[in-house]
């Protein structure tokens, strides 16, 4: 089978690494590019971690760049509360040696999206993270949309909001980025998929099966895997964990887990109590649009609405678990915690 070419766009982040641990490790997909967007943690700590991550997969040869630093016009916020003060579980992993890339994320992305398109290739781009990288990309070389298969982005919701009542984290931090992300794939045709808080806390792993793959390779991808996990339960009080952003990777790799609906969608830029939800149109009868003022989007979203948890679960751990057989850890050994 031929490997996806996927390229990622992260805030790492907890579940970043458990998303970038499999991107790197699963033999079905082909990790082209890594690019960096401030969000769950400052810029600078974003890439440390997503380079140490990378590091522990074994994976030096993947290209990181660091991107937007803060949302197009918004102060930036952080959510160390969830990721701890380093961003990444405070496990007292030693960092990387490495730097990132010279140059921009937008400008790896746009690269690597020709290079792809040069070659006849499509490449599935997965935003785990506020979407100003992306924004910035679409708006400000449109072409790079010939090398791209479709956007699989983790963000949104129909249902719940986290960071506040309406409102999921990542489109919450940039909402103007998000909106113009949406209205760039209709204006150049890139199929868009959803994987929103409706489907992010099913695919669970336990404490138990964390302390597991520690134990397998307490150094290597599978041991920093299973700390991450550790971690949340712990903060968490609780005997299992999300894979959180992880599951919009196993969606690529594995799509039939995720059910999706195709539906209209908007981002909401204004409303007092709203402000970064996205507004997920479910009416299939145009007697409904008749007292609508502003109709139905012409932004169409694959939303997903359901998901095999288990199977996700068993797909990242599976991952790990080969990749603790195979894959020796790059420079610094695990820790603490």
């Not at 943690?41 to 990181?64: F, I, K, M, Q, S």
């Not at 298969?149 to 919450?172: C, L, Q, Y």
């Amino acid at each position: 089978m031929t490997a996806v070419p996927v390229v990622l766009d992260v805030d790492t982040g907890v579940d970043d690494a458990c998303a970038l641990l499999l991107a790197a490790l699963h033999p079905g997909l082909d990790l082209r590019a890594v690019t960096c967007v401030g969000g769950n943690a400052p810029l600078a700590d974003v890439v440390r971690n997503t380079l140490t991550v990378l590091d522990a997969a074994g994976r030096p040869d993947v290209p990181v760049a660091a991107g937007a630093d803060r949302p197009l016009l918004e102060d930036p916020v952080d959510a160390r509360h969830v990721h701890g003060e380093d961003g990444m579980g405070d496990l007292d992993w030693a960092p990387s040696t490495r730097a990132p890339i010279p140059g921009h994320a937008v400008e790896l992305l746009r690269d690597t999206l020709r290079d792809a398109a040069a070659a006849g290739e499509r490449v599935t781009v997965i935003p785990l993270a506020p979407l100003t990288n992306i924004a910035l990309l679409l708006r400000t070389y449109p072409l790079a949309a010939e090398g791209i298969e479709r956007i699989v982005f983790m963000g949104g919701s129909a249902a719940i909001g986290n960071a506040t009542a309406s409102a999921e984290f990542n489109i919450f931090h940039d909402p103007e980025a998000a909106a113009i992300v949406f209205d760039a794939t209709a204006d150049l045709g890139i199929p868009l998929t959803m994987y929103g808080l409706d489907v992010f806390y099913e695919p669970q792993v336990s404490a138990l099966d964390a302390a597991e793959l520690v134990a397998a390779d307490p150094t290597g991808a599978a041991g920093l895997g299973g700390r991450l996990i550790a971690f949340q339960c712990e903060r968490f009080d609780a005997d299992a964990a999300t894979i959180g952003d992880a599951g919009a990777v196993c969606a690529v790799a594995d799509p039939d887990g995720l059910q999706t609906r195709t539906l209209p969608v908007r981002v909401e830029l204004a409303g007092r109590y709203t402000r970064g939800r996205t507004v997920v149109d479910h009416r299939d009868w145009s007697g409904d649009l008749t007292h609508d003022p502003h109709g139905q989007s012409d932004v169409v979203v694959d939303v997903g609405l359901g998901i095999d948890g288990p199977r996700y679960a068993r797909l990242w751990l599976d991952t790990l678990r080969a990749g603790a057989r195979t894959t020796p850890a790059v420079g610094a050994a695990a820790v603490g915690a």
